[in-house]
């Protein structure tokens, strides 16, 4: 099992950037591949980006790709998220997620295992 914590949200003017964090303890870090997914009020989590186990391979939305960058720092037991060019429809609270199994790269809320408690992200226009 592992256990995920975020942090690095805030309030910023839109066009700023912010990056995010998520510690992991628990069981070994570099055998997850690790997700960052957003949920907005009213409206359903979704997926933002991806890294893998190695940090070799990402993806990421359309919404977010090319302002958003996903990292990892096996050895801190750390996954990152830059967030470049904010927006104000990047508002939503921010949750990482933990995936333990080898299918490539998930984009799918279900497909994680552990999840984080989740930060807050405004962007004021």
């Known amino acids: 099992q592992v256990q995920l914590v975020e942090s690095g949200g805030g309030l910023v003017q839109a066009g700023g950037s912010l990056r995010l964090s998520c510690a992991a303890s628990g069981r070994s870090f570099s055998s997850y591949d690790m997700g960052w997914f957003r949920q907005a009020p009213g409206r359903e989590r979704e997926f933002v980006a991806a890294?893998?186990?190695?940090?070799?391979?990402?993806s990421y939305s359309d919404s977010v790709k090319g302002r958003f960058t996903i990292s990892r720092a096996n050895a801190e037991n750390t996954v990152y998220l830059q967030m470049n060019s904010l927006k104000p429809e990047d508002t939503a609270v921010y949750s990482c997620a933990a995936n333990r199994a080898l299918v490539g790269l998930a984009r799918r809320s279900r497909e994680y295992d552990y999840w984080g408690q989740g930060t807050q992200v405004t962007v004021s226009s």
């Open positions: 890294i893998s186990r190695s940090g070799g391979s990402t």
